[in-house]
């Protein structure tokens, strides 16, 4: 136990950090005080008595890291990494300004952030990602991350729970911040401790239960923690919102409630008078080691050719890049004989985490393996991948290098019908900020598809078809992030086809039928959905008298047909659309293209109607 005299100098920086939360929240006119207060003990003895961090480079592999799932306690955040050090305490009032990296919930805008938190139930899968990677790195970092009662409540904190258990990730320490209320009210459990502690002991955590302002038993608590072993570890902190702030202390209606100014400078006052003037202890730093850089080598073999599904493609080549650079890892949602990332993890079962029916977490933790200097593959069928939409949102905003592969997109999956049959995810993934999509059509595009992901820095969808598909490149064919291919072309084109995937090899048969009867039209792959090249679909539809019409295996609204009419709406060519209007049933595959009018005698139908 530390010495008395470093428990008071801790309930100091406690005192400060309050203190800082409280100036900084009055002065942005808005934010979370109270439940900064809540945390403020925790946060001290977790900085400045466990936490093994280098100020000049948080981000280091041997460094310590915290996450902050409870991310509306940011002031309380960026007031720790100021008695750190790290932050100067002056920009403490600059909070929430619009010139300010000091926002309203943290972001990696700042560099002791790995990902952005906010989103409340996130942060426990992040930590889990966070701890994976420095096991793969073989560092003896911890991860400590702080969670709000309120957000337990939130199944991808026991999502992640579950899976930490199973993986033994010791080095994984949670904290709980049960403070017994939330926004509007008292949460789930108020105070219930003893649920608190049986349910995390039955999903196989080690538990302690504290009391969240006593110093002593926090500091305690947190040193065995760090300690154990074969298990993750959590601190259930019985704590009291707004503790310390005189007249808002543990009274509920103060959520996301800055103090008056006369308030504060009671709040601010009577906090000071409670300093024992101690010097803050000293942050405990790694022990340095020198980490390997990782070599990476040129690829080896070649992509596959023939007549292979994407999806079977995409395991190959992740093979075929895991073997070229050791930072490549994949994960997946018990679907892996299916997305064949399965053929990853028989090459690199150490680099291969297997995440269960959870995509929730498994973005998370991918987002966590990422902050890691890792490069995650994530796969699961692409409508799957859709439960996990605020992980990806916040992926995004983090700008967190993920890459994600869904499987069995669009009707051409065929019999299992449409709750398995992705035709939603290209408007998704269209809509995250700098997000990459990319749609592949045959073994040799899906390899590229892969390498492109990996060599791009941010969020990356690759879209794969279930179905076996003829061949269309040579092995050397050459793809760009933004770039398309013209396959068919010739200067009496009076459509210029645009699709990808499957509809790309209807296209085909479809400009082989036309042609027989004298019609020519212009097939164009669209293999990267997002960014478009504006300039190629813009001469190509200036090209074609009867303009451009996309064929897609998606529903209208946000897929290829809107990637084009978005890239020429404000020019005189015109834009004609084929999609999935409808929910559709179950049927064979090439039945269900044509039911749905995505198929080859559909396009045929529609370039003479367009004639």
Same mark, same amino acid.
């Given at each position: 136990?530390?010495?008395?005299?470093?428990?008071?100098?801790?309930?100091?920086?406690?005192?400060?950090?309050?203190?800082?939360?409280?100036?900084?929240?009055?002065?942005?006119?808005?934010?979370?005080?109270?439940?900064?207060?809540?945390?403020?003990?925790?946060?001290?003895?977790?900085?400045?008595?466990?936490?093994?961090?280098?100020?000049?480079?948080?981000?280091?592999?041997?460094?310590?890291?915290?996450?902050?799932?409870?991310?509306?306690?940011?002031?309380?955040?960026?007031?720790?990494?100021?008695?750190?050090?790290?932050?100067?305490?002056?920009?403490?009032?600059?909070?929430?300004?619009?010139?300010?990296?000091?926002?309203?919930?943290?972001?990696?805008?700042?560099?002791?952030?790995?990902?952005?938190?906010?989103?409340?139930?996130?942060?426990?899968?992040?930590?889990?990602?966070?701890?994976?990677?420095?096991?793969?790195?073989?560092?003896?970092?911890?991860?400590?991350?702080?969670?709000?009662?309120?957000?337990?409540?939130?199944?991808?904190?026991?999502?992640?729970?579950?899976?930490?258990?199973?993986?033994?990730?010791?080095?994984?320490?949670?904290?709980?911040?049960?403070?017994?209320?939330?926004?509007?009210?008292?949460?789930?459990?108020?105070?219930?401790?003893?649920?608190?502690?049986?349910?995390?002991?039955?999903?196989?955590?080690?538990?302690?239960?504290?009391?969240?302002?006593?110093?002593?038993?926090?500091?305690?608590?947190?040193?065995?923690?760090?300690?154990?072993?074969?298990?993750?570890?959590?601190?259930?902190?019985?704590?009291?919102?707004?503790?310390?702030?005189?007249?808002?202390?543990?009274?509920?209606?103060?959520?996301?409630?800055?103090?008056?100014?006369?308030?504060?400078?009671?709040?601010?006052?009577?906090?000071?008078?409670?300093?024992?003037?101690?010097?803050?202890?000293?942050?405990?730093?790694?022990?340095?080691?020198?980490?390997?850089?990782?070599?990476?080598?040129?690829?080896?073999?070649?992509?596959?050719?023939?007549?292979?599904?994407?999806?079977?493609?995409?395991?190959?080549?992740?093979?075929?890049?895991?073997?070229?650079?050791?930072?490549?890892?994949?994960?997946?949602?018990?679907?892996?004989?299916?997305?064949?990332?399965?053929?990853?993890?028989?090459?690199?079962?150490?680099?291969?985490?297997?995440?269960?029916?959870?995509?929730?977490?498994?973005?998370?933790?991918?987002?966590?393996?990422?902050?890691?200097?890792?490069?995650?593959?994530?796969?699961?069928?692409?409508?799957?991948?859709?439960?996990?939409?605020?992980?990806?949102?916040?992926?995004?905003?983090?700008?967190?290098?993920?890459?994600?592969?869904?499987?069995?997109?669009?009707?051409?999956?065929?019999?299992?019908?449409?709750?398995?049959?992705?035709?939603?995810?290209?408007?998704?993934?269209?809509?995250?900020?700098?997000?990459?999509?990319?749609?592949?059509?045959?073994?040799?595009?899906?390899?590229?598809?892969?390498?492109?992901?990996?060599?791009?820095?941010?969020?990356?969808?690759?879209?794969?078809?279930?179905?076996?598909?003829?061949?269309?490149?040579?092995?050397?064919?050459?793809?760009?992030?933004?770039?398309? %291919?013209? =396959?068919? +072309?010739?200067?009496?084109? &009076?459509? $210029? !086809? #645009?699709?990808?995937?499957?509809? /790309?090899?209807?296209?085909?048969?479809?400009?082989?039928?036309?042609?027989?009867?004298?019609?020519?039209?212009?097939?164009?792959?669209?293999?990267?959905?997002?960014?478009?090249?504006?300039?190629?679909?813009?001469?190509?539809?200036?090209?074609?008298?009867?303009?451009?019409?996309?064929?897609?295996?998606?529903?209208?609204?946000?897929?290829?047909?809107?990637?084009?009419?978005?890239?020429?709406?404000?020019?005189?060519?015109?834009?004609?659309?084929?999609?999935?209007?409808?929910?559709?049933?179950?049927?064979?595959?090439? %039945?269900? =293209?044509? +039911?749905?009018?995505?198929? &080859?005698? $559909? !396009? #045929?139908?529609?370039?003479?109607? /367009?004639?």
């Amino acid at each position: 136990m530390p010495t008395d005299a470093r428990l008071l100098a801790l309930e100091d920086v406690a005192t400060q950090l309050r203190i800082d939360s409280v100036r900084a929240t009055t002065a942005a006119g808005s934010g979370h005080p109270t439940s900064c207060a809540s945390a403020a003990d925790l946060t001290a003895a977790v900085f400045f008595d466990a936490m093994r961090i280098d100020p000049d480079h948080p981000r280091d592999p041997v460094s310590d890291r915290f996450v902050l799932s409870k991310g509306h306690a940011a002031p309380l955040l960026y007031a720790a990494w100021a008695a750190v050090g790290l932050v100067d305490r002056h920009d403490l009032t600059q909070l929430r300004q619009i010139d300010s990296d000091l926002e309203g919930h943290p972001t990696p805008r700042l560099p002791f952030v790995d990902v952005a938190t906010g989103s409340l139930g996130q942060g426990l899968g992040v930590g889990l990602g966070l701890a994976l990677g420095a096991r793969l790195a073989r560092t003896d970092a911890r991860v400590f991350v702080l969670m709000g009662d309120g957000e337990v409540a939130e199944g991808s904190v026991w999502e992640a729970a579950a899976l930490a258990a199973h993986a033994k990730v010791d080095n994984l320490i949670g904290i709980v911040d049960v403070n017994g209320l939330g926004q509007s009210g008292p949460t789930m459990l108020d105070h219930d401790m003893r649920t608190y502690q049986r349910r995390f002991a039955a999903f196989g955590w080690r538990t302690v239960v504290i009391d969240g302002h006593d110093m002593a038993q926090i500091t305690t608590a947190v040193r065995r923690a760090t300690r154990g072993r074969g298990a993750p570890s959590v601190i259930l902190a019985r704590t009291v919102k707004g503790k310390g702030l005189i007249g808002v202390e543990g009274l509920p209606g103060w959520h996301g409630k800055a103090l008056p100014s006369d308030a504060a400078e009671k709040v601010v006052a009577e906090l000071e008078q409670r300093r024992h003037r101690l010097p803050a202890p000293p942050v405990r730093r790694p022990r340095r080691r020198s980490l390997a850089k990782p070599i990476v080598q040129p690829l080896a073999g070649d992509p596959l050719t023939g007549e292979i599904a994407t999806r079977e493609a995409y395991g190959h080549a992740l093979v075929r890049l895991g073997e070229a650079d050791p930072r490549v890892v994949a994960l997946d949602g018990d679907v892996k004989n299916s997305t064949f990332a399965e053929a990853f993890m028989q090459r690199f079962p150490e680099r291969f985490v297997e995440c269960f029916i959870a995509e929730q977490n498994m973005v998370s933790t991918a987002a966590g393996l990422a902050a890691q200097g890792f490069i995650p593959f994530a796969s699961s069928f692409a409508c799957f991948l859709e439960r996990a939409a605020d992980q990806i949102r916040m992926a995004g905003i983090s700008r967190s290098n993920v890459k994600l592969c869904g499987s069995h997109a669009g009707v051409s999956i065929g019999e299992d019908g449409p709750s398995q049959m992705a035709l939603e995810d290209l408007a998704f993934f269209r809509a995250i900020p700098e997000a990459v999509v990319l749609y592949p059509s045959d073994g040799v595009s899906t390899d590229a598809a892969v390498q492109l992901a990996a060599s791009r820095k941010g969020p990356v969808y690759i879209r794969t078809t279930r179905g076996k598909t003829p061949a269309i490149y040579p092995e050397d064919a050459a793809f760009t992030v933004g770039g398309l %291919k013209v =396959l068919r +072309r010739s200067d009496r084109d &009076r459509v $210029a !086809i #645009v699709a990808a995937g499957i509809t /790309l090899h209807e296209a085909l048969a479809a400009h082989d039928e036309l042609a027989g009867d004298g019609i020519a039209v212009r097939v164009i792959d669209l293999y990267c959905v997002k960014p478009v090249d504006v300039a190629a679909l813009l001469e190509a539809g200036r090209a074609c008298p009867q303009g451009v019409l996309t064929v897609e295996d998606h529903y209208m609204e946000g897929g290829i047909g809107a990637a084009v009419l978005e890239a020429l709406g404000d020019t005189e060519v015109r834009v004609h659309r084929l999609a999935v209007r409808e929910i559709p049933r179950s049927g064979p595959p090439k %039945k269900l =293209l044509e +039911r749905y009018g995505i198929g &080859r005698a $559909a !396009i #045929v139908t529609k370039v003479r109607e /367009l004639m």
